[in-house]
Nanobody, 116 residues
Framework: QVQLVESGGDLVQPGGSLRLSCAAS????????LSWYRQAPGKERELVAA????????NYAESAKGRFSISRDNAKNTVYLQMNSLKPEDTAVYYC?????????WGKGTLVTVSS
């Protein structure tokens, strides 16, 4: 079955960096685009970044532009989110998502806390 497993979340100080990973299985990874979302306490889930199946096309939420970078390794079935210059407002649970045949598949998320 389709599985997405996020990792890399941690407590980090403002201005710090983290790299999140999402390991995928159960589908032909190289065929599909994937995306990262986040959900802060009391807020709706929002798109952070997305990447095409080849990695040749990416897009970012305004809040992520210039600070975050999405990438993928099709040999490892893994998508990454490099986050730099982190701010307290980046605190959230971060999820990866893939859409297969019109169905959204989500991981369970990884918690990022930005605090001094």
């Amino acid at each position: 079955q389709v599985q997405l497993v996020e990792s890399g979340g941690d407590l980090v100080q403002p201005g710090g960096s983290l790299r999140l990973s999402c390991a995928a299985s159960g589908f032909t990874f190289r065929t599909y685009g994937l995306s990262w979302y986040r959900q802060a306490p009391g807020k709706e889930r929002e798109l952070v970044a997305a990447i095409s199946n080849t990695g040749g096309s990416t897009n970012y939420a305004e809040s992520a532009k210039g600070r975050f970078s999405i990438s993928r390794d099709n040999a490892k079935n893994t998508v990454y989110l490099q986050m730099n210059s982190l701010k307290p407002e980046d605190t959230a649970v971060y999820y990866c998502k893939v859409i297969l045949f019109g169905i959204n598949y989500w991981g369970k998320g990884t918690l990022v806390t930005v605090s001094s």
